[in-house]
């Protein structure tokens, strides 16, 4: 082929092809006949960037000329999934790139399967991120996402003899199409050193002499709005070491020691944090929060913000959205920013950072509450933690003026904590400062309020707000389920897409038998595409006719797999003692996809555990495969989007009041799985919307929980009486699942037994008739479509497009810009 013209917009299947050999012949720099598939990937996406191009560079544009408020969403998570698909459906091209690949020869599902989705973050808070930057774009709201470009996302997640084994992400090794590098706008970010006073015009000021510092260095990536000719950004930043440790290299006598001290700051952006829940407290993490949020704060400030913007200003511009704690170091460095930098009076740079930032807590769990050791902080941040005692100390004056010397609550509400040691309570300081402070789903909100914050609550009126969380229906719909897309379209006509709500309309469709009809031959075309994926990807089999029971989040005990595990070998040990014959048992697939944080053995213990029921369950002719369990490895975003689809049934299962909202939840609704569900999170939204006809309800509720443990909670009565659970238990303490060895095991049923914190034997009985509910709905095919259609009909709530307008009009105030 002859090298192709440069042309504008690949806006036609001839433009199209054009563009991609152009890419193809200049960017990667290889005739067609000799590339790769991922050199035919990168000049694809290369293409579908170049259509976006002009709308990132006038929303860029428009950005700078309006001066509009805009939001700063400050993220140590973006959990993006893969990009290429997303791309192509918001910049409608989807069609037109098809037809020029196949009239270049080309397989697009081969090029599809040659990018490696950027895994960078945990779970919940990271995919949420994701779904928020989306749906402003979509809405047209200005904003910047910022977060770190790690060079090693999530792990990937492999099994040997059924035991999780950790291997590095190596997401970049082949570089990524979507990613541009500003070298050119990088800033330098210190840490370190200590603070002096001075005399600055008879004022004595305090200053910061750093130690060390690194450079910081931006890659943008485009965030475009579905179908709207809209463009945001996101920057991520990766950390580079500055020239002074170029110099050491040079200038000392010890290169080794030269470069070692190069490769430290480097290390920054290395490597993402695996744990999810409980913080480490290590230094390094502590210096990816620094390093991200002094490089967002003083990006925004200087190369977002015209030169001669009046600072006072400030709040009618930005809203800094804290996403978790984990940036919460921002507040401290705004003020230092401010106050030393911009020689703003303390109360007048107080004032503004007050209005600049908001916080959503994401949890309820008192562990995962991230504090700094005053230690830690002050020897890598010593200006910081100064100016963090100054903030406390006005704030406890306050706290005094208005309740008197009421010591208990002084020392309750401080930003220090005292033990076990002396410690900055990140949340605290963020309530403190924070214009808001959200939870994320109703139940937690109320729970923030009453339980974990309540002296907050109390001093700050109006301060608590809830935002329900939401997921973007363009990727985990349109993408993730294009045969149910297709039909509603059909039905409802387009527009739901972007009005999440029209989905009601759908709800007279539940009541005609050809659209049930329709629906259900969707999911069954799903089961039978996710079941490819698991063929090629892990050699497993799903079985036809299954009912596809689906659990799949983060490994942690709080969310209870070990309930859905105990409810598989009670029916596996019914089928093996005789007591129900295999062929009264409703064939079902169980899967499981879970990552354990590397430290967390005895979630890594469950994991091993549900492969090695796995392994029995799936092998003995006696349940006459009636009863599977799988386990693919490496649960990650692009898995999420065949699987969810897929599922009749979705395991919500966490111990009520521990489960902050979830999102899979809403994704498997909104796909047509019904909910097994406590009343815990936006469970009790889902349930209130889809109607209890339409939800498998069980367990305790949030009060009976906390009254429960106020009676004494005493496990092993559970297991005294009820015959199933002993039985189910017994028979995992047997050794029945690892070859007789009764030892492997044990930790996690004398933890069940003896302690149990998160109450799985007093929900058992509960869970175990539920899904006895679950058999019995599950015989009538045709109710049961009827019910999964109204699952959808009603949960257009869920999308992140209303979670964006519920922040905006209670704590952004950023209209779209028109
Ligand atoms: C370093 C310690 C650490 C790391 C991550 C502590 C806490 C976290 C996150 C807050 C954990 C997380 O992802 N939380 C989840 O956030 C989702 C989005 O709001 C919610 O849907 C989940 O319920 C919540 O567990």
Redesign the pocket.
């Known amino acids: 082929l002859a090298l192709a013209p440069v042309t504008g917009p690949a806006s036609s299947v001839d433009g199209f092809v054009r563009q991609f050999l152009r890419n193809l012949n200049y960017e990667r720099g290889v005739p067609l006949s000799a590339s790769t598939p991922n050199d035919r990937y990168f000049a694809f996406a290369m293409t579908v960037r170049d259509y976006l191009m002009a709308r990132w560079l006038e929303d860029l544009r428009r950005q700078r000329v309006v001066q509009a408020k805009g939001v700063c969403y400050l993220s140590a998570?973006y959990l993006l999934g893969r990009q290429l698909d997303n791309n192509l459906l918001a910049s409608g091209l989807t069609e037109i790139a098809t037809e020029a690949m196949v009239a270049c020869g080309i397989d697009i599902e081969e090029l599809r399967a040659q990018e490696v989705e950027p895994g960078l973050g945990?779970?919940?808070?990271?995919?949420?991120a994701a779904c928020f930057i989306d749906s402003l774009a979509t809405m047209g709201v200005p904003n910047i996402g910022y977060g770190i470009r790690y060079e090693y996302g999530i792990f990937r997640q492999t099994f040997v003899d059924g035991q999780q084994v950790e291997q590095p992400d190596a997401w970049l090794t082949l570089g990524s199409p979507w990613e541009f590098p500003h070298p050119e706008a990088a800033r330098r970010i210190s840490f370190g050193g200590h603070t002096e006073t001075y005399d600055d015009a008879g004022v004595t000021r305090s200053r910061w002499v750093p130690g060390w510092d690194v450079l910081a260095v931006p890659y943008n990536y485009m965030v475009p709005g579905y179908l709207n000719g809209r463009v945001n950004t996101l920057r991520l930043w990766s950390a580079k070491a500055t020239d002074s440790f170029d110099l050491r290299v040079f200038n000392s006598g010890d290169y080794e020691e030269a470069v070692r001290a190069q490769t430290f700051a480097e290390n920054i952006s290395k490597v993402l944090?695996p744990?999810?829940?409980?913080?480490?407290g290590k230094e390094l993490?502590l210096q990816q929060q620094y390093f991200f949020v002094a490089a967002s704060i003083g990006d925004f400030l200087e190369h977002t913000l015209p030169a001669d913007f009046d600072i006072h200003k400030l709040p009618d511009r930005v809203i800094f959205q804290l996403n978790?704690t984990?940036p919460v170091i921002g507040v401290p460095e705004l003020m230092r920013v401010l106050v030393d930098e911009r020689k703003l009076e303390w109360d007048a740079a107080w004032a503004i950072t007050q209005q600049c930032f908001a916080y959503?807590c994401?949890?309820l769990l008192p562990e995962?509450l991230?504090v700094w050791s005053v230690d830690l902080l002050g020897r890598l941040l010593p200006r910081h933690l100064e100016i963090i005692y100054r903030i406390n100390e006005e704030f406890l004056e306050a706290v005094r003026e208005r309740y008197g010397d009421d010591e208990m609550r002084i020392r309750n509400m401080s930003i220090i904590g005292e033990f076990p040691e002396r410690s900055v309570r990140m949340a605290y300081l963020a309530t403190v400062a924070g214009a808001k402070v959200n939870g994320?789903?109703e139940l937690?909100s109320q729970l923030l309020r009453d339980k974990v914050l309540p002296d907050f609550n109390d001093f700050f009126p109006g301060k608590f707000t809830n935002v329900t969380?939401g997921i973007t229906p363009r990727r985990f719909v349109r993408l993730a389920n294009p045969g149910l897309s297709g039909l509603i379209t059909e039905a409802i006509g387009t527009g739901w897409l972007t009005d999440l709500e029209r989905l009601r309309e759908l709800e007279a469709y539940a009541e005609d038998p050809q659209f049930r009809q329709a629906f259900a031959e969707v999911k069954a075309a799903n089961k039978r595409r996710l079941g490819d994926v698991l063929r090629a990807r892990d050699g497993l089999e799903i079985s036809d006719g299954h009912m596809l029971d689906v659990m799949v989040k983060?490994l942690h005990e709080y969310k209870r797999q070990m309930l859905k595990l105990l409810h598989v070998v009670t029916q596996y040990g019914s089928i093996v003692s005789g007591r129900v014959a295999a062929s009264d048992v409703l064939p079902r697939t169980v899967i499981f996809g879970a990552k354990a944080a590397p430290g967390y053995a005895m979630a890594k213990r469950i994991i091993h555990l549900i492969n090695a029921v796995g392994e029995v369950v799936n092998t003995d002719p006696r349940v006459e495969g009636r009863l599977k369990v799988l386990f693919p490895p490496n649960y990650n975003v692009t898995l999420a989007e065949r699987l969810i689809p897929a599922a009749d049934l979705s395991e919500q299962i966490s111990l009520a009041g521990k489960?902050?909202?979830?999102?899979g939840n809403m994704k498997f609704a909104l796909n047509g799985a019904l909910t097994i569900g406590t009343d815990d999170?936006?469970n009790v939204e889902i349930r209130q919307l889809v109607g209890d006809d339409n939800f498998f309800l069980f367990g305790m509720s949030e009060p009976e929980v906390e009254a429960l443990w106020a009676r004494g909670y005493k496990p092993a009565d559970f297991y005294q009486g009820d015959e199933n659970l002993r039985r189910a238990m017994d028979l995992i303490a047997s050794g029945a699942f690892s070859g007789g060895d009764r030892s492997v095991f044990e930790p996690i049923v004398s933890n069940l037994l003896y302690d149990d914190r998160f109450m799985v034997l007093a929900d058992y009985s509960s869970y175990v008739a539920a899904q006895e509910r679950v058999d019995a709905a599950y015989v009538d095919q045709d109710a049961w479509t009827r019910s999964a259609i109204l699952n959808v009909a009603r949960s257009g709530f869920f999308s992140s497009d209303r979670s964006m307008r519920d922040y905006i009009e209670r704590i952004w105030h950023t209209p779209p810009l028109l």
């Open positions: 998570e945990n779970g919940g808070l990271g995919r949420l944090y744990e999810d829940s409980t913080p480490q993490r978790d984990h959503t994401h949890t995962a991230e994320v789903a937690h969380n983060r489960e902050a909202s979830g999102t999170g936006a």
